[in-house]
């Protein structure tokens, strides 16, 4: 590295990519020096062939993604990086979106593969890269060893990675299409109803309390505003017996009950 100022700062960044044959993933060290200068130097990358089962682009991502997670999470560590220092950037709207949903609303495999990203890496710590910006499209695509030879997106990553954070990709892209391997979710409501109450009950102060709960007494509650008004309810012509707190004014046809209300106060 030709700039030997003590680091101040320091930054890792993840590149994941996969095509239909490979897929890999690059990590690179981002350092802020003492003059304000910034220097980038590849780390590690790894690369493997995909199985020869059929496999969609979006769940090949999907695996880049795990493998980019499981080389850079040990670095930091030996470097002593915090988690809000790493970036993972993927190419892949699906894998982003994947990435921000519970494990548990996804389908079998993609649903596995989610789960252990993130327990390695928070989805907040994953960006959106174009392709051309992405060095492991290199590792995805393949490259001719001359031609690597004098690759500065290879060696140096991205060009906008020397340059300050407000000028990186910050914009999630938005999905034209629905979301695959994604769980039907349907929720059963059942609804039970209220018990209805005889006009016996409806007469019973202990009753009166059940139906509303709030009454405690207080002056201030709204129950007690509702119970403090007169109350009028039609009765059977017969007059029932007295009881303690009422009083009963009867006319030709009905009677009427009237609560006093310095009993109930």
């Known amino acids: 590295m030709s700039n030997n100022s003590h680091a101040v700062f320091c930054l890792l960044h993840g590149f994941s990519d996969a ?12 350092q802020v020096h003492e003059d304000g200068t910034t220097s980038i130097a590849i780390v590690t990358a790894k690369a493997r062939v ?23 999470t040990p670095i930091a560590g030996l470097l002593h990086v ?6 993972a950037w993927t190419d892949s709207m699906i894998v982003l979106h994947w990435l921000q949903k ?22 907040t710590q994953w ?15 393949g490259i001719d060893a001359k031609d690597l030879t004098h690759c500065q997106l290879w060696w140096k990553g991205t060009p906008w990675l020397a340059f300050s954070p407000a000028l990186w ?32 009950e409806v007469l019973s102060f202990h009753h009166l309390r059940e139906l509303l709960p709030g009454f405690s007494g207080s002056t201030t509650t709204p129950a007690r505003l509702v119970t403090e008004r007169l109350m009028t309810l039609s009765l059977p012509q017969k007059s029932p017996e007295p009881r303690p ?6 006319s030709r046809n009905h009677s009427k009950m009237y609560w006093k209300l310095s009993d109930l106060c």
């Open 245 to 250: 707190g009422f009083s009963y004014g009867h």
């Open 102 to 123: 519970l494990s548990t609303t996804l389908k079998t495999f993609v649903a596995n593969w989610v789960s252990a990203i993130q327990e390695l890496l928070p989805s």
């Open 169 to 200: 990709p910050t914009k999630m892209p938005v999905l034209k299409n629905a979301l695959p391997k994604t769980k039907m979710l349907c929720y059963v409501i059942r609804i039970i109803p209220s018990p209805l109450h005889t006009l016996e």
């Open 82 to 87: 915090q988690t809000e220092q790493l970036y």
């Open 19 to 30: 095509s239909s044959t490979a897929y890999g993933a690059v990590v690179y060290l981002r």
């Open 127 to 141: 960006r959106h890269v174009a392709t051309k910006d992405s060095p492991a499209d290199l590792l995805s695509q």
């Open 50 to 72: 995909l199985p020869i089962e059929a496999m969609t682009i979006p769940r090949a991502e999907l695996v880049a993604a795990l493998l980019l997670v499981k080389i850079i």
